[in-house]
């Protein structure tokens, strides 16, 4: 399973960014991806997810501006970001669940956002998103 991100850059303060992620070697029909971010000094942060059914969750950080989708036929997952604030600044990461996270959507157990990046690997190299004027 590897993921690569792209799609990063410098964008000022009220623009817009599309990242997108590269998905090879899944096998299993069933897949979680995640959108996640690193600012300088600051711990990893979950924004968004998608399953291999296109079900979608939002952090409260990523839930009025941000928007997840999935394009099978080319293996790619995306994240649309919109009203981008200079605190946006960071380094975006996707990654894939693993079968406990996984299994925590089927069976609906309680998870929450600020405690996902645990359950998360195969960790793309990131890309570098820089909101300035």
């Known amino acids: 399973v590897q993921l690569v991100e792209s799609g990063g850059g410098l964008v000022q303060p009220g623009g817009s960014l599309k990242l997108s992620c590269q998905l090879s070697g899944f096998t299993n029909n069933f897949y979680v991806i995640g959108w996640f971010r690193q600012a300088p000094e600051k711990e990893r942060e979950g924004l968004s997810l998608?399953?291999?059914?296109?079900?979608?969750y939002y952090s409260d950080s990523a839930k009025d501006r941000f928007a997840i989708s999935m394009d099978k036929t080319k293996n790619m997952v995306y994240l649309q970001m919109n009203s981008l604030k200079p605190e946006d600044t960071a380094v975006y990461y996707c990654?894939?669940?693993?079968?406990?996270?996984?299994?925590?959507?089927?069976?609906?157990?309680?998870?929450?956002?600020?405690?996902?990046?645990?359950?998360?690997?195969?960790w793309g190299q990131g890309t570098q998103v820089t909101v300035s004027s």
């Open positions: 990654a894939t669940a693993g079968e406990y996270f996984k299994n925590k959507l089927r069976f609906n157990n309680p998870w929450h956002f600020s405690d996902i990046v645990k359950y998360f690997g195969a």
């Open positions: 998608i399953t291999s059914t296109e079900i979608t």
